[in-house]
């Protein structure tokens, strides 16, 4: 693990799995809309309330495995800053929910075991986000997997209880002009 988080960062970022490194996917036009309007909406939800941070791409090692999730949201007392407030670096922590967006080289069953890994490091919850299929599959720490569609609300409890986003309105954000980014 020392070895892999002394190698220099790239892009797509190197991932460490049970010890093996692979390389992410490379983001494309629907994965980075996503990622950016996904995770702004869970920050104008969370932000205000002092609940949570959406962070994009911040890296977490546990145990052989050092993982880069395309949304990492951390519990606001979690987010490292100085005695002012303001946000610096820490070390590789995992997040309380990891967000994956599904690029078209990338297989769901292999997302799906990414989320049980992120969940298997002390994450609450871990979602795949299937552009394709307008789906979001929720992953939990009790091992359920959950497919969600149309006006399925998207249900970050217990870090964010009251955020309100369903799956339809995450994707009417791939329609430039509508939808909530």
Not at 11 to 16: D, F, G, Q, S, V
Not at 62 to 78: A, H, K, N, Q, T
Not at 117 to 126: I, K, M, P, V
């Amino acid at each position: 693990m020392e070895e892999f988080l002394q190698l220099p960062e790239e892009k797509p970022y190197l991932e460490l799995v049970d010890g093996v490194v692979k390389q992410k996917a490379a983001p494309q036009w629907l994965h980075g809309l996503l990622q950016l309007g996904f995770g702004a909406g869970i920050n104008q939800h969370a932000w205000p309330r002092q609940l949570a941070v959406a962070f994009s791409e911040i890296r977490e090692a546990f145990g052989r495995d050092s993982l880069v999730p395309d949304i990492g949201v951390y519990r606001w007392e979690r987010v490292p800053r100085t005695e002012a407030g303001e946000v610096v670096n820490g070390p590789p922590t995992p997040p309380n929910i990891a967000i994956e967006i599904r690029s078209p080289d990338q297989g769901i069953g292999d997302l799906v075991d990414k989320c049980r890994r992120f969940l298997a490091h002390g994450t609450e919850l871990a979602l795949v986000v299937v552009p394709e299929h307008r789906t979001v599959i929720l992953v939990r720490a009790d091992e359920s997997v959950t497919t969600l569609r149309g006006d399925d609300r998207i249900d970050l409890s217990p870090v964010l209880p009251d955020f309100e986003l369903t799956v339809r309105e995450l994707f009417e954000m791939l329609v430039m002009g509508r939808g909530r980014v």
